[in-house]
């Protein structure tokens, strides 16, 4: 089954600890991406990556990393978590095409929070 | 990008057409008019997009403008289980998405 896969689901921890939460998608899709949702503010983009070892931040990278070494796996790392942190986040994936009107295929979503 | 505007709720009876409209006067020639749907806090999932002219899937039909200003998504047969934030986007490319805040539509029993 085609699909977008993040892991863990829901994840509590603590101010300054080092996390990543891991996406993988199964589509051969060069374009990845992931999102932050906040109540009230909608889902805002946080880095993408047009192909492998292609990186671009998106509209609230602060406090975020990426990699992309295979073309596959999309992790988000957040090297010191804060409280602000707290959110709901989405991974996404979809083909480049020439055209570029291929449509986004999102993860299930993370839910964090930091204490 | 564009942007758009949507209302922020609306109600629908269940088993009627669901019309949700959308604004993107800004839109440019290039940029593709997307829908997506999100029920409770799970990933968004697409619905349909077009560039021009009206398009139809199995899911829902979409409506542009010949101006390409508005648009409007059709959910002909609304059922319960379509109550979700709809999302439309003005975009010439997936990492160019700027989604806003959505229609939240209830379908009612």
């Known amino acids: 089954e085609a699909q977008v896969t993040q892991n863990p689901r829901y994840l509590i921890t603590v101010t300054g600890k080092k996390l990543t939460v891991t996406c993988s998608q199964n589509?051969?899709?060069?374009?990845m991406s992931w999102y932050r949702q906040d109540p009230g503010l909608g889902l805002r983009q946080i880095y993408y990556s047009m192909n492998v070892e292609v990186t671009d931040k998106g509209d609230v990278p602060e406090g975020y990393k990426v990699s992309r070494k295979e073309k596959r796996n999309f992790p988000l790392i957040l090297e010191s978590p804060s409280p602000n942190q707290t959110s709901l986040y989405f991974c996404?994936?979809?083909?480049?095409?020439?055209?570029?009107?291929?449509?986004?295929?999102f993860g299930n979503g993370t839910r964090l929070t930091v204490t | 990008d564009a942007k758009t505007t949507q209302p922020p709720s609306m109600d629908c009876a269940e088993g009627r057409a669901a019309n949700l409209p959308c604004n993107h006067s800004t839109i440019s020639g290039n940029e593709y008019v997307y829908w997506y749907r999100q029920i409770h806090s799970q990933g968004p999932q697409y619905i349909i997009h077009?560039?021009?002219n009206n398009e139809t899937n199995e899911m829902a039909s979409l409506i542009i403008t010949e101006d390409r200003k508005s648009s409007t998504l059709i959910l002909p047969h609304a059922t319960l289980r379509d109550t979700a934030v709809y999302y439309c986007i003005a975009a010439s490319g997936t990492y160019k998405y700027i989604f806003g805040t959505g229609t939240r539509l209830k379908v009612l029993a």
């Open positions: 996404a994936s979809s083909p480049t095409d020439s055209s570029y009107n291929s449509p986004l295929h």
């Open positions: 589509m051969n899709h060069e374009y």
């Open positions: 077009g560039l021009k």
